[in-house]
């Protein structure tokens, strides 16, 4: 690590935070705190546990310029055209992280959609009780920056007792003509009380410049609420990315999370899912398919607070080339969360020599009443099989083809959406032909 | 004929001799043109990691003929299915293996099977996720490519696999499921003859399709097969006991023992191997 660029890009954070300490702005208390704990943190601990098989100082050493002046929040028809997923939906555009409302199409007037200041005014109390409240930037220097330096951001509320059918894309574009652009976002997502709703996160580097984005999604799901939420990830050629999810779950609710990452340089996903009261259910399904030199950290934080709920973990991964992978998943039973139903799953195959992927399952369980199970494998293309299609005289590259796509159908027909899983298949079979 | 002819001397024995060779290469010649060799097997000597499987195997398959090979644990029968087929773990370091004359070492899995060789594995493998009609479309479809000529739109596929399933009077339902997934033995067998009839293969190799299946199962298979078999293709049937060859009458039977086929004979040498066992050719 370059001491030099090091405390250059230190600087240059601080002379950001000198332009918003502003007393007036709404989170100025929150951003001041957060900021310490940044500066304390000094910076980047690398031999912290979560950072350590990730390359960020890859990133952190670059030469990076902050995007907080929200340039090139102008697309021209064409490209914006061509970015709309065709399908009947409430679609939200933020060009460099900032809300644009010209270019979303949002009928339904149950949905509150604004940016995060304007929000804060309407619902202070909401802000009050859930903003930033279990986003832990204490121990995580990434969550320190963006908690203390974020701008505009985007606020989104599903007014209580409301089934919404048509879901909610939120497009996360990032336009930037330029390399090394440091972009951060923030997301704050309310679903209310006994209310449905279908949401996608669909990231998108038009440029295909190398940049990085700094990401937190918080969404709180209230009582009774369901919730299905997807993050796609493969329109993010060249895009370093540390993103960070945090749901909160009240009682009876249900959330279903799928997070597909097919492309990007080093992509970070963090989820975090806290089951503050009985009777939730959450299911995670994440997939990764990647080649050249591609890297994806998955960590996932699951926490049982109270009892009677049920968690379900699936995460599957396809590694080529020299990609490399990481999943850990950890599972925390706390002391009252008896009856509490857990069960994680991480399966890989490697396609090459050079690929390599750790994984780790971690179990914490202080309850004694609790059904609680973890498996991982790593493996290459069973010879078996492979050898059982040749000899029905399937060539050896469609052979392989059809025992990946075997593989990975288990999280792709979860997908309830038709287009989504077009979007996906359409990026998953031009990887496997590049497999030859 | 030559046995009344007193000879004067040895020169006209010799003379005879030399006689009687040349007629038989001559109908040894004119033999195989009439006669179509299917798979003509050369010596052939087999390793797997060091070791020696296979140590100078001879056989000759023309076309039409059923051969059943039969032998004890660790003879070599299976290796001799599997190399035929072109598992890869297989070192070939010796002698060669000729399909229609062509050298079949050179082809790959799919080569072979797209020259018209099957093998129905004695343990099928499960591949979950991948639908059985999927699978036998692509491979259809696949083979055709090789052969070069049209491959089966989704109507002429359905229809042609609809005539199969009567055939050989298969549970359209097991079709639905996933490749092996679940099946239970008789099951995976019945798959197997399935591929079978929807391949139409010139080779097919019965890797001990009897094993694990009862006597009505085995019943089963046995008719289908026999509805399969005509006078232009060819079974091997891999075994160690003589039931299977009950249903399905060999035309000849080879004793595999340690790498090599010991001893030739028709269909009563499988009997003398039920009634005496293995014990009295070695």
């Known amino acids: 690590m370059n001491k030099k660029t090091l405390y250059k890009n230190i600087k240059k954070i601080n002379k950001q935070f000198d332009i918003i300490l502003n007393k007036k702005d709404n989170f100025f208390k929150l951003r001041k705190k957060s900021f310490n704990i940044f500066n304390k943190i000094k910076f980047l601990n690398l031999k912290n546990e979560n950072y350590k098989y990730t390359p960020i100082s890859k990133i952190i050493n670059n030469d990076f310029k902050f995007n907080r002046i929200n340039k090139k929040l102008k697309l021209n028809d064409n490209k914006i055209k061509n970015i709309y997923i065709n399908i009947h939906a409430n679609h939200i555009i933020l060009i460099n992280g900032k809300f644009i409302k010209k270019y979303s199409k949002i009928n339904n007037n149950k949905l509150y959609i604004s940016n995060i200041d304007k929000a804060y005014k309407l619902n202070k109390k909401l802000f009050k009780n859930y903003f930033s409240k279990y986003v832990n930037y204490s121990s995580d220097f990434f969550l320190a920056l963006n908690t203390s330096l974020f701008k505009d951001g985007i606020f989104i509320k599903l007014k209580d007792n409301v089934i919404i059918k048509k879901p909610i894309i939120i497009y996360y574009i990032l336009n930037n003509k330029n390399k090394d652009i440091l972009n951060y976002i923030r997301t704050f997502i309310i679903i209310g009380e006994n209310s449905q709703i279908t949401i996608i996160d669909y990231l998108y580097n038009i440029e295909k410049k190398e940049n990085f984005l700094n990401i937190i999604s918080e969404i709180i799901l209230l009582k009774n609420s369901n919730l299905n939420y997807y993050k796609i990830q493969n329109k993010i050629n060249n895009l370093n990315k540390i993103g960070y999810t945090q749901f909160y779950q009240s009682k009876n609710s249900q959330l279903n999370t799928y997070i597909f990452t097919l492309n990007g340089n080093v992509i970070k996903n963090n989820i975090n899912i806290k089951l503050d009261a009985e009777n939730c259910k959450t299911n995670i399904y994440g997939l990764y ?10 960590q996932t934080v699951v926490d049982h607070i109270k009892p009677n709920s049920i968690s379900r973990e699936y995460y599957k991964g396809i590694l080529n080339d020299q990609s490399t992978g990481i999943f850990n998943g950890k599972i925390y039973v706390r002391n009252d969360a008896q009856n509490t139903n857990a069960f994680q799953s991480n399966k890989n195959i490697i396609l090459s020599e050079k690929s390599n992927i750790k994984t780790k399952p971690q179990l914490e369980i202080l309850a004694n009443d609790v059904k609680c199970s973890h498996g991982a494998t790593i493996g290459q293309i069973d010879k078996n099989q492979l050898f059982y299609l040749r000899s029905r005289g399937i060539d050896r590259s469609k052979a392989i083809s059809m025992i990946i796509k075997a593989f990975i159908k288990e999280i792709i027909e979860k997908i309830n959406i038709k287009s989504i899983k077009n979007i996906l298949n359409i990026t998953i079979n031009d990887k496997l032909k590049k497999i030859f | 004929m030559y046995k009344f002819i007193k000879f004067n001397n040895y020169i006209e024995k010799l003379f005879f001799f030399i006689l009687k060779n040349e007629y038989f290469k001559l109908k040894k010649i004119k033999y195989n043109k009439i006669k179509n060799f299917m798979l003509k097997i050369k010596n052939l000597e087999v390793f797997i990691d060091k070791k020696k499987i296979l140590k100078g195997i001879n056989l000759e398959i023309l076309s039409g003929e059923i051969h059943a090979i039969m032998g004890p644990n660790g003879s070599g029968k299976s290796t001799l299915a599997s190399v035929l087929a072109g598992k890869e773990i297989y070192k070939i370091t010796n002698g060669s293996i000729n399909f229609f004359k062509k050298d079949l070492i050179e082809l790959s899995p799919e080569e072979r099977a797209g020259e018209g060789i099957f093998l129905a594995f004695q343990y099928p493998v499960e591949i979950p996720g991948v639908s059985i009609v999927n699978f036998i479309k692509t491979a259809i479809n696949q083979i055709r490519i090789y052969k070069e000529i049209d491959t089966l739109d989704a109507v002429s596929f359905i229809s042609y696999m609809n005539e199969k399933i009567k055939l050989i009077n298969i549970d359209k339902n097991l079709l639905n499921r996933s490749l092996n997934e679940g099946f239970s033995g008789g099951e995976k067998k019945k798959n197997e003859i399935f591929q079978m009839a929807m391949l139409d293969p010139k080779l097919i190799i019965l890797d001990e399709t009897d094993s694990g299946l009862d006597v009505d199962s085995l019943k089963e298979a046995a008719k289908s097969i026999n ?7 060819s079974i ?22 340690n790498g090599k086929i010991i001893k030739s004979g028709d269909k009563n040498l499988a009997i003398k191997i039920e009634k005496k066992g293995y014990n009295w050719i070695k």
């Not at chain 1, 398919?289 to 998955?298: A, E, K, L, T």
């Not at chain 2, 091997?236 to 023992?257: A, G, W």
């Open chain 1, 289 to 298: 398919v990647i080649n050249s030199n591609q890297h994806v950290d998955n």
């Open chain 2, 227 to 233: 509805k399969l078999k005509n006078k232009n293709n």
């Open chain 2, 236 to 257: 091997i049937i891999i075994t160690h006991y003589q039931r299977l060859l009950n249903y399905i009458t060999p035309d000849f039977v080879h004793i595999i023992y």
